[in-house]
């Protein structure tokens, strides 16, 4: 192993592990338990394999059952946000300044592999979970999911090693931007566009890995489901998942206003004006995957789909203005918010829950805006 890609280990992804110990202990134990100790009331008429099998039913439901492989998929990205959250904050301690300097002396490839394999270390416990999958699939004949679990792992271990090698390179430098600024110098910049601006000025590696995961979730799901609108309770899902991959953005966009932005209560506007200005900007954000969604027919299930895909994330949105929230706690409330409204779009409940989300969006908008701090 090269020095610098050890150091960056034992800096970041051993951190990481002992920052997240109790975590993983807990899902170690839940794993263990639930693969090789969970019993079968009466099991005297099972063979031995169907015990085996019946151990083994989490991961055969993972392989067999879309339902469980969305619940997965999405726990993989939310644990690949939280490390996202932890390697970029302790780059930026003062001890670690040194790191942006020394790594950056190597070139962008030696870069990029170093931090490869910083999360692929940080990645082992998913990792081990994914051969697990591996091999009782190929016992039982699954492969569809295996193999796109095996791709999945591999473009989060690509996507975060290009934020990684973007993030460490960005030392404050607008050179090579220059042409932006000067194609963009002579336009109207409404009040909703100036975080856009920042996403393509400053922010153009995050937009392109929000972008990768929305191509992600779109394609996973047409292979999984085929067209979107043919089944409103899968294509609901994808919707609230499209809305988690915007995660990072929308928290970025918290913290440029609260950076740059501050005065915006002080102007003569409305709230509602405000809220409006938000949604605009949002409508702009997933401009392609409105194109996408329009070119799968559906007529006005594919508009209630978006709609509640902009419900969800208008909802995140507003959480922000709940309390002053770390990236952690935002991902955790974002998960938990998910799992709530999954299990009520499975009940057959999506459009009233379109309408209570929509709302809830929009009263602690109402009520936080000029409180927060």
Same mark, same amino acid.
């Given at each position: ?46 063979? !031995? *394999? ?15 059952? !879309? ?11 939310? &644990?690949?946000?939280?490390? %996202? ?17 020394? $790594? ?10 170093? %931090?490869?394999? =910083? ?6 416990? $998913?990792?081990?979970? @994914?051969?697990?999958? +591996? ?15 095996? =791709? &999945? ?8 090693? *290009?934020?990684? =090698? ?8 607008? @050179?090579?931007? +220059? ?10 910049? !409404? ?59 929308? &928290?970025? +966009? ?14 003569? %506007? ?17 401009? !392609? ?38 990236? @952690? ?21 999506? +459009? ?17 805006? &000029?409180?927060?701090?």
């Amino acid at each position: 192993m090269r020095s610098v890609a050890h150091v960056l280990i034992r800096v970041f992804a051993h951190r990481f592990y002992k920052a997240n110990a109790g975590l993983f202990l807990f899902l170690f134990v839940t794993v263990v338990m639930s693969f090789f100790f969970m019993n079968v009331l009466n099991e005297t008429h099972l063979e !031995p *394999a169907d015990r085996i099998k019946y151990n083994l039913i989490f991961t055969l439901s993972f392989m067999s059952s !879309p339902h469980i492989s969305i619940v997965v998929f999405v726990g993989w990205a939310i &644990y690949t946000v939280r490390s %996202w959250s932890f390697v970029l904050k302790q780059t930026q301690l003062p001890e670690q300044q040194f790191l942006k300097y020394s $790594v950056t002396a190597a070139s962008k490839v030696r870069q990029f592999a170093d %931090w490869c394999l =910083v999360q692929g270390v940080i990645s082992l416990p $998913v990792f081990v979970y @994914a051969l697990f999958c +591996w091999i009782v699939g190929l016992i039982y004949h699954y492969y569809l999911i295996p193999v796109l679990l095996a =791709v &999945y792992g591999v473009l989060v271990i690509l996507a975060s090693a *290009a934020l990684y =090698v973007g993030y460490t390179n960005r030392l404050g430098g607008d @050179a090579g931007r +220059w042409w932006m600024t000067t194609l963009t110098r002579r336009w109207k910049k !409404p009040l909703f566009s100036l975080y856009l601006y920042e996403l393509f000025y400053r922010q153009k590696l995050m937009l392109a890995i929000t972008k990768l995961f929305s191509w992600m979730i779109l394609t996973g799901g047409m292979l999984l489901f085929g067209s979107l609108t043919a089944d409103v309770r899968m294509g609901g899902v994808i919707m609230l998942l499209l809305a988690l991959s915007n995660l990072v953005v929308l &928290y970025q +966009w918290q913290q440029f206003e609260n950076t740059y932005l501050r005065f915006l209560p002080n102007l003569p %506007w409305t709230r509602w004006k405000r809220y409006v200005h938000l949604l605009l900007a949002y409508l702009f954000l997933i401009l !392609p995957e409105i194109i996408w969604l329009s070119t799968q027919g559906g007529g006005m299930i594919a508009g209630g789909l978006l709609i509640l895909n902009i419900a969800m994330a208008m909802l995140l949105r507003s959480y922000l203005y709940l309390i002053p929230l770390s990236m @952690a706690k935002f991902v955790t409330m974002a998960f938990y918010s998910f799992m709530v409204m999954f299990l009520v779009i499975l009940a057959g409940g999506m +459009w009233w829950m379109m309408l209570a989300v929509s709302t809830l969006s929009a009263a602690i908008f109402y009520r936080r805006y &000029y409180s927060y701090q």
